[in-house]
């Protein structure tokens, strides 16, 4: 499948090769290696490091309204400490900054650790990698895509200093609470950076995916048909498919809400009486922001649940030493996730006055996303089953994540069902879904990848036993801290509440959120177990060697070194789809995608 | 003192900095890396998986005895007996498919866990498997869209019974206010150019139907077992009107009248005696008691449930359900829009 644009590459980078030889070094200075890099690799660290950041971020974030959540109105030097006398004066959080937190906190989860540093670090890594190009179509494009990236980053992290402090309006930012500065200080230049700040996370995104697609598309070596990727793969590229399709309404959503908020229009505004006046506004509606903004934002859970369940394909394949089961099915699934994931907006959308017609139909198509999921779920058992499971941190993880996406799973039948969402829509409920079912298995999915191809990423290796004690101390954490908001929800608390003691019937709570505070303040500190064997594995982590977890894929037959180009002699040639492990009359237990197939072998991916 | 805990951390890092480096220089030594996953890794977390399935189940269980009895009482509307009907079914259905998947997956993770000595399996696919979990799925989804939907058609069917009451609630940052139509049975039209200190929900003058309209705050009344239509406007913001003892809820959205309608089965006093709010208070009760707050009795609750600003989790307004002659006796109390005007 070499393309002519492949070819004339491959030419350019053999005569480049050689005269690299002649040289015997790079005449690259630290800028243009390290910063403004175009090499698929660093860029991927680039997203990475990034992310960690922005995670860490968000994680204080979350423990500053969980200790307002247990215990509202008890004074902690900590919330003082890191918000200081404005927003935490005596220790007490401000209902302001409550609402601001929780914003960011989605925000920066969302779209900065799960769709940016996810698919960013990971499509950038392995897309290259494991279908056998040099690099991504244009790495120009690449590297422009990192640094709108960070510059969105920085906005966005820049907005928690202002005086009137950043959005607040929820993650989902519904007008006219996000339009109107007279209705939350959090919608004056807090709203402003927060739309400035996601307008160029959009172009970074397209970029990216823009890479992602043409690459996967056009760039695959001899022998890589589309049939014999890996799930990684597959799952990257549908994932940039939805996002180029869905960003871009998200886009002219917030543009909309820009010009609503600066220019005085009324695309989201109508029949409004705020802050002692009626306003201007006639004939918007609010009802239409939110039709934009799930358009993306439905996909959106997909773009950050597919790269997660690709890692994990081949985690689970590589550490099973077991085929993938049901690879075909698996694309079909994630094509069909992919594809009901446009046309499942609505379900977000039962109780704002949209038609109930409109609903029923969404139910129809919400409740179809079950199949191919449940699929999914019973095919990643299925490999474990009869399997010689390998654990690894990385496929530790990799469980965890099944567990969680069948645990979050189970309620979103619920949830889609419009009858049975009329009493828990927008309550904890909602939250201990979406947190258990897309926060928990991205992020499980996330550590893994980090785990698995940490060698790829800095040449070294993590240090396994922190590895087994960060994984145990977050999943136990993580189901402490989601599992009880269930029974919030079944209670009718809803969400974003700066605190339940307004309402007697919320008393006898008191004790699910003090335990969900305790999980989450010991997951949180023990996420400094990974950030230690992180940064330390990088600089003083045993060296790699070449194949450490004896896997099939092409990444591993790259040498130990980021070099320019990847391969430093010609590209490798693939004879077989990516998951000959425990083949049958084989000596070892897996055969690479590089070694031909023998005569009369029968390969799974070619047909 | 400052200076012995500066001393202290400056001790522990290069404590931690030479383990470190005790570590890194035996690790030359062995003949197996750190990183490698040997059989005893394998079976020692192959267990640990198993042992975390229990502990995992069990957690779930107790969550379920300790806190089940504090979710919300049944239903005290008509449609919302159907929905927690429906409820039942689907969370019995979800439990038991959350509780076979994941023993599944822990079981096996325990069961294959690696060793060297053994291989796994080679079978990438099998049809029929694939099959059975494409097609047993969808027929259970059949039967959830088929229940779901037809209790939606009911519960949101736009016609209406002939002896409604009307209440329209009218949402603002942060507090609610509902108004009745008085005698006329007709809301007055409302234009919000006129909203103002003393016409706070923006009655249009010129509508004749608005001037025997009442208003009420802070408590409002409804009559037991006849059909209630809420109209539900805002004033600036989107705010959520949820009512969950009713299983009733719809936002309230500036620009445009959304709906809902429910028939209460349960006035607040034979709430009250119910067996299940009778424990329940006791618990929330026994509660307030140890933080020394007054005892409270049950109240039905209209709640904001759509974040609308600092105040969000303080807007709410007591809900009475009266029995019919009770409710007639309270609305003779109330004061028409008009009445209250020329006394202004």
Known sequence: MSTPTNTALEKEHLAHHDHVHDHDDHEESFVSKYVFSMDHKVISRQFLITAVIMAVVAMVMSVIFRLQLAWPGEKFGFINAMLGDKWGKDGILDPNMYLALVTIHGTIMVFFVLTGG?????????????????DMASGFLNMLSYWFFFVSSVIMLSSLFISDGPASAGWTIYPPLSALPEAIPGSKLGMTLWLASMAIFIVSSLLGSLNYIITVLNFRTKGMKMTRMPLTIWAFLVTAILGVLSFPVLFSCALLLIFDRSFNT??????????????????????????????????????VILPALGITSEII?????????????????????????????????FMTGMNPFLGSVFVFTTLLIAIPSAVKAFNYITTIWRGNLQYTPAMLFSIGLVSSFVTGGVTGIILADSTLDINVHDTYFVVAHFHIVMGLSAIFGMFAGVYHWFPKLFLRMM??????????????????????????????????YYTNSNFPMFDNLVDVNEIVTVFAIIGALSQGIFLFNFFYSMFRGEKAPQNPWKSNTLEWTTPMAHIHGNWPGALPEVHRWAYDYSKPGKDKDFVPQTVPLEPGESDEGGH | MNLLVLLAIVLLIIAGHQLLRVIELSRGLKKTKEWQVSDHDNNLMGKALLLFMIVFFGFFFWQVNRWMDRSLPPAASEHGVKVDLLWDANIYLVTFIFLVTNFFLFWFAYKYRGNSKNKADYIPHNNKLEMLWTIVPAIALAFIIIFGLKYWNEIMDPASAEDKVVVELYAKQFDWTARYPGKDKKLGETDFRQISGSNAVGLDTLDMNGNDDVLVKNEFHIPVGREIELHMRSRDVIHSAYLPHFRAQMNCVPGMITYFKFKPTKTTAEMRKDPYVVKMMAGINAQRAKENKEPVEFDYLLLCNKICGASHYNMQMNVVVDSKADYILWMAKQKAVKTLAAKN
């Open chain 1, 317 to 349: 394949s590589t550490n099973s030493r077991k085929p993938i089961f049901g690879y075909r099915a698996m694309i079909g699934s994630i094509m069909a996730i992919g594809f009901l994931s446009f046309i499942v907006w609505g379900h977000h959308m």
């Open chain 1, 266 to 303: 009324s695309f989201y505004l109508s029949d409004i009486y705020i802050g002692g006046r009626p306003l201007d506004h006639v004939g918007g509606s609010p009802i239409l922001f939110e039709h934009l903004f799930w358009f993306l934002g439905h996909p959106e859970v997909y773009i």
């Open chain 1, 463 to 496: 240090n396994k036993k922190m590895g087994y004690l960060h994984f145990w101390t977050t999943i136990v954490c993580a189901y402490g801290v989601f599992f009880p908001m269930h029974f919030l929800g079944l209670a009718g608390v809803p969400r974003r």
């Open chain 1, 118 to 134: 996810l698919s960013g670090t990971f499509s950038n890594l392995l897309i290259p990698y494991q279908i056998g190009a040099r």
